[in-house]
T-cell receptor
């Protein structure tokens, strides 16, 4: 039982490059989330999804896009990376009626 | 507007003593509170939670206290162990909401 798997674990991008972060969960969870963690800022919600085919903006959505074409996958895209997007990105999922999240192990992204 | 506040960025305690981590919130509609623990290079993991209908919840060495009138909760760890050294995040949810709001975290160091 893998839980929530994030790929890649590390990535270095040049400013202006694009990339997609993949989150996969095998728990049949309805809800999925993308957070970023920055020093002194805690966990901030980027985008989330309450079901296959749905997405919604969180607290800091600018510069990111997401897609949830399959229930088990939630993709986070950076179309034109900026140094301000250097961060650790966490994906999380949960059941519809459960308050608790299950988190992935994170993706450390550096934009130079 | 920070709805969940952890005002102490760090806390250091001796092994065997009590660790008390504090969290304040501003949204009176929050009715469910959680604590997550995060080790370096790992995703946050669920530790303990409490519903607003209770004022205390205990799980082994971990106890969470909720003071609704003061909009304050605290996590007590007794006795503290070196393996408890981690960043602890407080999170809150409003009834029926699919999202958690996180504090900035408190880094706990337990010294042998």
């Amino acid at each position: 039982n893998a839980g929530v798997t994030q790929t890649p674990k590390f990535r270095v991008l040049k400013t202006g490059q694009s990339m997609t972060l993949l989150c996969a969960q095998d728990m049949n969870h309805e809800y999925m989330y993308w957070y970023r963690q920055d020093p002194g800022m805690g966990l901030r919600l980027i985008h989330y999804s309450v079901g296959e085919g749905t997405t919604a903006k969180g607290e800091v959505p600018d510069g990111y896009n997401v897609s949830r074409l399959k229930k088990q996958n939630f993709l986070l895209g950076l179309e034109s990376a900026a140094p301000s997007q250097t961060s650790v990105y966490f994906c999380a999922s949960k059941r519809r009626v459960n308050y608790g999240y299950t988190f992935g192990s994170g993706t450390r992204l550096t934009v130079v | 507007d920070q709805q969940v506040k952890q005002n102490s960025p760090s806390l250091s305690v001796q092994e065997g003593r009590i660790s008390i981590l504090n969290c304040d919130y501003t949204n009176s509609m929050f009715d469910y509170f959680l604590w997550y623990k995060k080790y370096p290079a790992e995703g946050p993991t669920f530790l303990i939670s409490i519903s607003s209908i209770k004022d205390k919840n205990e799980d082994g060495r971990f106890t969470v206290f909720l003071n609704k009138s003061a909009k304050h909760l605290s996590l007590h760890i007794v006795p503290s162990q070196p393996g408890d050294s981690a960043v602890y995040f407080c999170a809150a949810s409003q009834g029926g909401s699919e999202k958690l709001v996180f504090g900035k975290g408190t880094k706990l160091t337990v010294n042998p």
